[in-house]
């Protein structure tokens, strides 16, 4: 699944267009690389995302295509 899409399925960024542009501003680092949105990611990687001052770092648990706001937590874990 491509990065922005995971994001955003994920519910750790609202919409994919802002998903997109945290790529494309490199905000967006997967296993400490600088992302684009287009990046296929899969269960074990490390997604690190700054939002200003705050990041937030977490582990793909699981990509799946659809998830409710209530299974969308379980798709990462915080680290």
């Known amino acids: 699944m491509r ?12 919409r994919r267009t802002v998903a997109n542009e945290a790529c ?7 296993n400490g690389a600088a992302a684009k949105a287009s ?5 074990g990687d490390i997604i690190e995302i700054r939002f200003g001052a705050r990041t937030t770092k977490v582990e793909v648990l699981s990509v799946s ?7 969308a937590p379980a798709m990462y874990k915080e680290l």
């Open 24 to 30: 494309d501003g490199g905000h967006v680092t997967v």
């Open 3 to 14: 990065l922005d899409k995971y994001l955003k399925i994920s519910r750790l960024i609202k």
């Open 65 to 71: 295509e659809n998830a409710t706001k209530a299974d």
């Open 39 to 43: 990046r296929e990611i899969k269960a």
